[in-house]
């Protein structure tokens, strides 16, 4: 694998909750389809909080679930809707093989939608190089997190100004 396609952009302090979905808010403006976002970190560190915020801030008003058990959920413009892209959000937790991910349709999603994966190593070789990586980890406090953004050229360019 290519070096450079993940290096680390930032690493950002986030006091509470509040801080991690203002965050998110700012770095869904940035996205467009095609992107496909990878979220790692311990169980309850806030990976779907993250992707909630993320699709709340695109638009969807609606409900956003944890898919740790439908596996994908799809969040689609409506059909006048130019602007906002359609959301896959996938969470792999619960995927027993790597072949499986392709049961749920996923290499459609890459090219027509924003992707997040939750639990990304669980499709091991079939993952895209090209995606940003997001890495939570608890910190000082309870609501405290340390968050890493990682990627290659185009993730560093989109991600150069962003701040919490
Ligand atoms: N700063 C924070 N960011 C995100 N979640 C936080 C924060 N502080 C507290 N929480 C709480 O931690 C929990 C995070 O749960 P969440 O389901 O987002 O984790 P997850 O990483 O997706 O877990 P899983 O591995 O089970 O999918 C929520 O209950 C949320 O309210
Ligand atoms: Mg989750």
Not at 68 to 77: A, G, I
Request: aromatic fraction near 8%; glycine fraction near 6%.
């Amino acid at each position: 694998m290519n070096a450079n396609l993940h290096m680390i952009i930032k690493e950002l302090y986030l006091k509470d909750l509040s801080a991690c979905r203002t965050l998110a808010k700012k770095l869904a403006m940035l996205l467009k389809t095609g992107d496909i976002i990878t979220l790692d970190g311990n169980l309850g560190t806030g990976k779907t909080e993250f992707c909630r915020a993320i699709i709340h801030a695109l638009g969807y008003n609606e409900d956003v679930p944890s898919p740790t058990f439908n596996l994908v959920q799809v969040y689609e413009p409506e059909l006048d809707d130019m602007e906002t892209p359609a959301v896959w959000h996938i969470d792999l937790y619960r995927l027993e093989n790597e072949e499986d991910v392709f049961e749920l349709g996923i290499e459609d999603a890459f090219d027509t939608a924003v992707t997040l994966i939750e639990w990304p190593e669980k499709m091991g070789r079939f993952l895209p190089q090209e995606h940003l990586k997001i890495n939570l980890k608890m910190a000082a406090t309870e609501e405290a997190r340390s968050i890493t953004f990682a990627g290659g050229a185009y993730w560093q360019k989109k991600l150069g100004a962003l701040e919490v």
